[in-house]
């Protein structure tokens, strides 16, 4: 199962010092999604692989017609998931239109999350929502950016991790500076690819007999991995340009196939199978 993101809104209810939305973007239009999920239907059926659709922002439960996109992408048959800060409410019929849904959690300490421009409930708000999840026997999957500012308390969010059942993946990403307060905030928040690594390994070795998925992901993958979709409908990508992160525009949905993607050697082949593989694992394919 390959996944796609796509990215319905630059508005959030937070100003998380590490976001790369695109500010600039505004919101997709509905009439633009339902376009962009049957362009997905065409790919899907045409080149035989089965989709997961991440429906992401900005926080894409502030975009009034969410709901209605998400039902659409499963009566269209795709996997479907949504990446929350989980502050705004999201109804029950909502999460029943989900298969995943992702919550951000950068550290367990107010004065850390503070800082990096959450709530100072944040926590506690992800654990409610966890919880509901749990209910409704959804899959959770817990996004960490390893900042400056918060990489001494990932230790504390790994064995937070570890006591909650229904959690299925755990992705730790390395802050990329590459659009938005991201790249404002880069000389504050950046940290190497050398300690991210550490504190990569340091974490497998803990989490070695945790039941989910560990997925660590720093800049190169990121930039490499994912089937990412704008505002305005169009895939892009985060490049290296002059050892900076910039995001390229790569064109319109509709003049691609994930093949013409894959050959042209913007997303990585290899890359793309191991995020193949994680969710065969999970979704039972
Ligand atoms: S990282 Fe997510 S929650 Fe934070 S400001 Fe950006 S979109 Fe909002």
Redesign the pocket.
């Known amino acids: 199962m390959l996944s796609v993101s796509i990215f319905v809104t630059s508005r ?1 209810n ?3 010092a ?2 790369y ?1 695109h500010i600039d973007k505004g919101d997709m239009t509905f009439e633009r999604a339902i376009q962009v999920l049957g362009h997905l239907k065409s790919l899907s059926l045409v080149e035989g692989v089965n989709l997961k659709i991440s429906f992401a ?3 894409p439960t502030l975009v009034p017609w969410i709901s209605n996109a998400i039902a659409y992408a499963k009566k269209l048959g795709f996997k479907t998931e949504l990446i929350t ?1 989980g502050t705004n409410q999201i109804s029950e019929e909502l999460l029943k239109f989900l298969d995943v849904i992702a919550i ?1 959690i950068d550290s367990l300490r107010e004065e850390t999350n503070l800082k990096l ?1 959450k709530s100072r409930i944040h926590v506690l708000t992800a654990e409610n929502l966890i919880q509901r999840a749990a209910k409704l026997n959804l899959k959770v999957k817990i996004n960490t950016v390893v900042t400056k500012l918060n990489i001494l308390d990932i230790v504390e969010v790994a064995n937070w991790i570890r006591g909650r059942k229904n959690i299925y993946r755990w992705k730790i990403f390395q802050f990329l500076p590459s659009y938005g307060l991201a790249k404002v905030n880069e000389s504050v928040l950046k940290i190497s690819k050398e300690e991210f690594k550490m504190l990569g390994e340091k974490i497998s070795e803990m989490m070695k007999d945790w039941e989910g998925q560990l997925v660590i992901e720093d800049n190169e993958y990121m930039s490499s991995a994912y089937f990412s979709i704008d505002q305005t409908g169009s895939f892009y990508v985060a490049r290296l340009i002059d050892n900076k992160y910039e995001t390229i525009t790569l064109g319109r949905v509709e003049d691609f196939t994930f093949k013409k993607l894959l050959e042209s050697g913007v997303i990585s082949k290899e890359l793309v199978e191991q995020r193949i593989q994680l969710n065969k694992k999970v979704f039972l394919e």
């Open positions: 959030c937070y100003q998380c590490f976001c939305r922002g900005g926080e800060n951000d421009g």
